[in-house]
């Protein structure tokens, strides 16, 4: 029955929806609305937010906790720095900028570290049962928080909760571009079965409110089998779904900045082998492939007796990752399209959640590129 269902989940998925390009949205600046006391006293109890960062990157770390201030954020917040000795003061002189204000535990880790080993070493250090990955350069939305954190409260079941996430894409021109990045609830009841139709339409949980002995436990376990950029995410986000089950709320939850400078960009623009594309061009692949198959096998076994259809199913999924990878997706929901139109439509709180953030990382972006014009001067 399992292996039925499971081919069922592994079916040929809906032709990629064509999407007529968005026209850029002009840049102007909102309030952030701020937390009530309720949620702020729910997310001071039950969160902490891990921000991965270095000192080339300290305009961002401004920017991001000049906007958690603005929240008035109650939760913890862990900054891993991992400059070398002679740069942390960067790092350290912002923090100090928020002392009293924010809640911050400034982390001095190895640069050598891989950057897994640094999150799990804040989540180890948090005193609350979930933590939160919050992307240096990136915007985190407060209410959407709050609601995750009521869901979790309410679901021992649950790994995972989150919200919608969108690509916010800036330019020279003060206009924004926002495109959705999809992640599927996965409520299905049988661990493997979870696992095998998160691959067939993967999205990634690194930025998913999560409880932080699974977040440990993932992580450290997706360590162990490989240290690839795409792979470890992968498997990450595998191994957290047969721990339980993940919600996806329909609310704006997470704005990703496509930023121009940022190490994905900046792998990709360098044909750089660990990542897609030019991963699967290159030598070791086959290498890297096999690491991550060992640990889907640790994940999915246990759950499976028949071996011939483990291997099938290890098969299938590694196709789906990467039919995903180079471009296969699904049909937008109706409320997803919804919730896309509100995003561009003004007159809408996200619609200016959005503008907002574009608004501030165009002019970080901005700062960013003056200083290094300055620099070659």
Known sequence: MLRRLLRQLL??????????????QPLKREPSPRLSDADRGLLAENLSLIIPSVASRAEHVQA??????????????????????????????????????????????????????????CAKQADTPYVLVHADDDRMLAQPLARCAEFLNAHDDHAACLGQIFFVKVSPHASAQVSPQIVNTRNEDHPATRVVAHCNAFGPTLYAMTRKTEFI?????????????IFWQYLSSCWLLSLGKLNTLDDVYYFRLDNPNGWRATLVKERDHSHWPYLIT???????????????????????????????LIDNCCLSLIRRAFGASRKLRESEVALLNRLQTPGHDEHDAFIAFAADAKSTLDKIHHTAVLAKS
């Open 282 to 312: 290159a030598d070791h692949f086959s290498a890297e492939l096999g690491r991550f198959k060992a640990g889907l096998r640790s994940i999915i076994a246990p759950h499976m007796e028949n071996q011939e259809a483990l291997e099938e």
């Open 217 to 229: 436990q993932a992580n450290t376990a997706a360590l162990s089998f490989t240290t690839n950029v």
């Open 64 to 121: 991001t906790l000049s906007h958690l201030d603005t929240l008035q954020l109650p939760t913890r917040i862990f900054l891993s720095d991992h400059s070398v000795p002679t740069e942390r003061q960067a790092i350290q002189d912002i923090v100090d900028r928020f002392a009293g204000r924010l809640r911050i535990t400034l982390i001095h880790h190895d640069p050598a570290w891989h950057f897994l080993e640094r999150l799990v070493d």
């Open 11 to 24: 079916a040929p998925q809906p032709a990629p929806v064509s999407r007529s390009k968005q026209p850029p």
